[in-house]
């Protein structure tokens, strides 16, 4: 099949996918840097070549209440929102994914004031993450292409919601190839939308979201928490069918040079592209380095991470968010207790970079390795710092 | 609609309300009614903080609703009568 190649930036690779996903509704408030996704949508409404509802409410988080009706009436519904708007959707987003609604979020990312700050770091997405959503992170406008198209199909099957990111600034407003579907075949490949309920379905009467007490409340979150776990299953199904269509392989994480790596970094987003430049310098080196790009957030793929970096003698996870939790970023978190089954655990630390959009470069990177290579000859080393840093 | 009846917690059939007896609530005690105490001045009725108190048709006091009732013992702490109408009992 020939693929159509045409100059994208990764806000408009996304707002392409959701045309070509016919949404019934489109809800939507403009905040930096998903913008251009919002104003992209409206122009494909307004010129007629998107027949969703299009309907711009008075905040964020009426966007996300919005987008609650519509879904349980039926409408595959879409948003498309960052930062402080997606932090202010936050109480509506429990409501949905408890609801079961599989409403899919396209999201640049972006840090979390105050002090503010509309440049990229990865605040937003990690602080929704124990929300019930699908989390699908991209490292280039290609990935947020095809990320979001399969991100609509996962939701559906699986009857919870996602967010699909990418980078704010550095993947939403840089202009790439991206390699993109015909709109015929992109729709075929998502599907008709095919609701678990609507609540205008007048033959079948239903009541949502019900007062749940203790006597039925944890049934109804273990039904919801199997869900995420089968999830697992379908964004691997799903990137098989996608791949046989594009011929661009998914799965949980992307592995550069992974398998005879000795020493690696764990990253998520676009720094995962500037990382393998300077893996290749280590090679001919004859470093044996490698990455761990991770795609898929939540569900958090556990094992998969841990036969993956099994062979390891030492990591640094690289969190573009703090987390604050006076330990180590959340990722370096996640990854670590991936990482506790292991017989013979690699030692660990974590480093936060590029927050607010700090630049990461290859040299910041270079520093990285430098420090896991000492931890993997048994140096001391820092096990919690920031890279970049002025002070 | 998905077979597991935990999904999203979604209720199918109507009236469900009336299936579900706040009884459960009720932790150790229940309120006995003595009738030959009672003056049917209905002091229950007003302070009673559900409606766990019936009243028949002529406006006299006709016993508790134990599906509703939580067993507070606000009726028993109220009742005027003495010796008392409404006294507290062991489920």
Redesign the interface.
């Given at each position: 099949m020939t693929m159509k190649r045409v100059a994208l930036t990764g806000n408009e690779a996304m707002a392409l996918a959701m045309r070509q996903a016919k949404p019934d509704v489109f809800i939507g408030y403009p905040i930096t840097p998903a913008s251009d996704i919002l104003s992209a949508i409206a122009k494909y409404v307004a010129n007629g070549e998107m027949e969703a509802e299009f309907m711009t409410p008075e905040s964020e988080h009426s966007v996300a209440s919005a987008l609650f009706g519509a879904s349980s009436a039926g409408a595959r519904s879409f948003t498309c929102t960052a930062s402080q708007g997606l932090a202010l959707m936050h109480e509506v987003l429990h409501i949905i994914s408890g609801a079961r609604l599989p409403i899919v979020i396209s999201s640049s990312s972006r840090s979390l004031s105050s002090p503010i700050n509309v440049h990229g770091d990865h605040a937003d997405f990690m602080d929704m993450r124990d929300a019930s959503f699908i989390q699908i992170f991209s490292e280039n406008s290609q990935d947020s292409y095809d990320n979001f198209l399969q991100g609509v199909k996962i939701a559906e099957s699986v009857r919870l919601p996602a967010i699909i990111s990418s980078d704010g600034f550095i993947t939403s407003h840089n202009l790439e190839p991206v390699e993109v579907l015909k709109d015929d075949e992109a729709y075929d490949f998502v599907g008709e939308f095919k609701p678990a309920y609507s609540i205008l379905d007048i033959q079948n009467p239903i009541t949502i979201n019900p007062l749940s007490l203790p006597d039925s409340f944890m049934e109804i979150k273990k039904s919801q928490s199997d869900a995420m776990a089968f999830a697992k299953k379908e964004i691997i199904k799903t990137a098989k069918e996608y791949q046989k269509l594009s011929g661009r392989e998914y799965g949980f994480f992307r592995p550069y040079k992974l398998k005879d790596a000795e020493i690696a970094i764990v990253v998520m987003g676009s720094t995962a592209e500037t990382a393998q430049s300077v893996i290749d310098e280590l090679r001919k080196k004859d470093v044996k380095a490698g990455i761990l790009a991770l795609r898929v957030f939540r569900p958090f793929p556990y094992l998969k991470i841990a036969e993956a970096l099994k062979n390891c003698k030492a990591i640094c996870i690289m969190d573009r968010s703090d987390g604050f939790s006076g330990h180590g970023g959340p990722l370096f978190v996640e990854t670590s207790a991936a990482l506790y089954d292991l017989k013979n655990k690699p030692k660990i630390i974590s480093r936060i970079y590029g927050l607010g959009g700090r630049e990461i470069n290859e040299e910041m990177i270079k520093s990285v390795f430098e420090d896991i290579k000492k931890l993997s000859e048994n140096k001391k080393v820092e096990r919690y710092g920031y890279v970049g840093l002025k002070i | 609609?998905?077979k597991?009846k935990?999904?999203?917690?979604?209720?199918?059939d109507?009236g469900?309300t009336l299936k579900y007896k706040t009884y459960?609530w009720r932790d150790g005690l229940k309120p006995s009614w003595i009738k030959k105490n009672c003056t049917n001045c209905l002091t229950c009725f007003i302070n009673c903080p559900d409606q766990a108190i019936k009243v028949d048709k002529d406006g006299n006091m006709a016993g508790h609703n134990l599906d509703y009732c939580k067993g507070c013992g606000i009726c028993a702490q109220v009742c005027p009568a003495k010796p008392k109408a409404i006294v507290m009992k062991k489920e």
């Open positions: - | 609609m998905k597991n935990y999904f999203a917690g979604i209720i199918k109507p469900s459960v």
